[in-house]
């Protein structure tokens, strides 16, 4: 059996933690990566794996793109992940779940600062906030920092993807670009939302093909089955659902100029960053675009500012990318690696 530090994953972790409660069936894992710059933030997210190990491995690359997202955000933060074990696919997770996993959070004494992340909510973070002071994400009043992350996630990467388009395509404006938005959830159709106001041409898919179609509907796009549309032919590739899908086999086959998204660890491995660089595509490195939910709950749990501070942080996201674009084409490194570069020297790895 491997050891966890022996995982290809592991990166120097502080702490890997596996979760039982016989009482509510829950299984989950936290993964500590760094608490450097403060305590290890990242959302919990509620998911089927088909086996417990791919859940380990979620839970360390997650934990480690969280220590880099919330470096590159400028937040007093470290990074960490929660990953809670459905049964079969489909699950609903059950009151005394969520319950469970609040006990598991507070007995970390705060190294571990959850949120919501895939299959929670608002309405999830309230029950874990009754067994743990370290929550965020909860309602707030208007005005006020924190709240459901995924808007503010649409935003940041709405910001991301005009940049690129800037950068990528010479493009001023988004009308008449051709987005390819893989993933219509709370972030991606968020996106879908807000591109489709500034006039960009659109094609959507999700697992949920009525999802798709629903609101490819509602904004006047196309929609295509969720297996063509990485390959589909578009200006920009717009992941925005789960990660790994840009591999050895799939890369050679997009279309598009530009990669800019949300979904969470996009690069299968190290070396895909590489691939996407060498054939030429411009590359927004996902923890850098995709940090406008973090900076949002982020503020909430450390008490800094209000909606309008977390808006003006999110704006900053182009600047960011646009750093990293420039030590990429400066020094020929992939963006990826670049960023990577960045967060390490943040948090001094």
Do not use: C
Not at 61 to 69: A, C, E, N, T
Not at 157 to 186: E, H, N, P, T
Not at 210 to 238: M, N, Q, Y
Not at 322 to 336: C, I, L, M, N, Y
Request: zero cysteines; a negative charge.
């Amino acid at each position: 059996m491997t050891a966890v530090w022996d995982l290809p994953d592991f990166d120097q972790h502080e702490g890997v933690h596996a979760f039982t409660d016989p009482e509510s069936g829950l299984r989950a894992v936290i993964a500590v990566h760094s608490t450097k710059l403060g305590p290890a933030a990242g959302g919990a997210r509620f998911w089927h794996y088909a086996d417990t190990g791919l859940a380990v491995t979620d839970a360390l690359r997650l934990s480690r793109g969280m220590s880099f997202k919330n470096a590159m955000a400028g937040l007093e933060l470290g990074g960490g992940k929660g990953v809670i074990l459905a049964a079969k696919p489909g699950d609903t997770i059950t009151t005394e779940q969520l319950e469970a996993f609040g006990r598991a959070v507070e007995s970390l004494g705060g190294a571990y600062v959850t949120a919501e992340d895939v299959g929670m909510s608002e309405a999830r973070m309230k029950v874990i906030a009754g067994k743990t002071r370290y929550v965020s994400g909860l309602p707030v009043a208007s005005g006020a920092a924190g709240g459901d992350p995924g808007p503010y996630t649409a935003l940041g990467i709405y910001l991301g993807v005009k940049a690129a388009a800037k950068r990528g395509l010479g493009a001023d404006d988004m009308r008449g670009v051709r987005v390819a938005i893989q993933g219509v959830g709370s972030v991606g159709g968020g996106l879908a939302r807000l591109l489709a106001a500034d006039g960009a041409v659109l094609t959507l898919a999700d697992v949920n093909a009525d999802k798709a179609a629903a609101l490819a509907a509602e904004l006047g796009a196309d929609h295509v089955a969720a297996d063509a549309i990485l390959t589909h032919d578009a200006d920009i590739f717009s992941p925005n659902a789960l990660g790994a899908i840009l591999t050895e086999t799939s890369i050679p086959a997009l279309k598009a100029k530009v990669v800019a998204g949300g979904a969470n660890n996009q690069l299968a491995t190290r070396a895909d960053g590489a691939r996407i660089h060498e054939r030429g595509i411009l590359y927004a490195p996902d923890y850098v675009i995709n940090a406008g939910g973090i900076i949002n709950v982020g503020l909430e749990y450390l008490g800094h500012g209000d909606e309008a501070e977390v808006k003006a942080r999110i704006a900053r996201i182009p600047e960011r990318l646009d750093q990293v674009w420039d030590d990429s084409a400066r020094t020929g490194e992939p963006a990826s690696d670049v960023a990577d570069r960045i967060a390490q020297g943040l948090i001094g790895r």
